[in-house]
């Protein structure tokens, strides 16, 4: 099924967990004890999600699929679908290959958001948050701040974060994606995790008190 940048796309007619999803579930279900299997409904969207994004090479959650999680947990499917609709990370329709995923929060913004924001846009053609491009590759979401501040401005690319974004590191990391390439997430400046640029400061050696001199 391929993604496409308009409203209209067909659900499924059917929804089966394939072995590898079979596997995961019973993994996953094991966890919680008899009478409580509802609570692997986030963990079991996932697996339906990861499990479309194989099958058809786009990530999303299918009704059927949410009815397949409902039958497998004992909920009404309603209780399945008030879940997937809440969170964000679901998706209810076909995606483009890649998901990009922009925070433009206040630090994301302050430190450059609008910027990897409108090269997205520039270099996907897409227009507008929420589309796909034309050619399937890309969706274009903006999302609430993703935890990493500190590394801002932040673009997700389906679960890795690549952090220090600017519009040329923009344009280079699509560019390489369109390859078929994946390049390393984390620091896109080359910065050690969330050191400070050109490396730590403090906490960088390490060092022992002599043997027998701790606590006096």
Not at 58 to 64: C, I, L, Y
Request: charged share 20%; proline share 6%.
């Amino acid at each position: 099924m391929q993604a496409t940048s308009g409203s209209a796309f067909e659900q499924p007619a059917s929804f089966a967990f394939d072995a590898d999803s079979e596997t995961e579930i019973a993994k996953i279900v094991a966890r919680y004890p008899a009478g409580k299997q509802a609570s692997a409904v986030i963990p079991a969207l996932y697996i339906v999600q990861k499990q479309m994004k194989r099958q058809t090479g786009s990530a999303w959650v299918p009704v059927k699929g949410m009815d397949a999680v409902g039958a497998r947990l004992g909920m009404p499917p309603i209780r399945v679908y008030e879940v997937a609709t809440f969170y964000f990370m679901f998706n209810m329709k076909p995606i483009g290959k890649y998901h990009l995923q922009v925070c433009t929060t206040t630090p994301c913004w302050l430190r450059g958001s609008d910027a990897v924001t409108e090269t997205c846009r520039s270099e996907t053609g897409i227009k507008d948050f929420g589309e796909t491009s034309a050619d399937g590759l890309f969706t274009m979401t903006e999302v609430e701040c993703l935890g990493a501040c500190v590394n801002a401005p932040i673009l997700q690319v389906d679960d890795d974060f690549y952090e220090d974004m600017d519009a040329g590191k923009v344009t280079g990391l699509l560019a390489a994606l369109r390859r078929g390439e994946r390049p390393a997430p984390g620091s896109m400046s080359g910065r050690q995790n969330s050191a400070p640029d050109g490396g730590p400061t403090t906490l960088n050696t390490l060092q022992f008190a002599p043997q027998g001199t701790v606590g006096g």
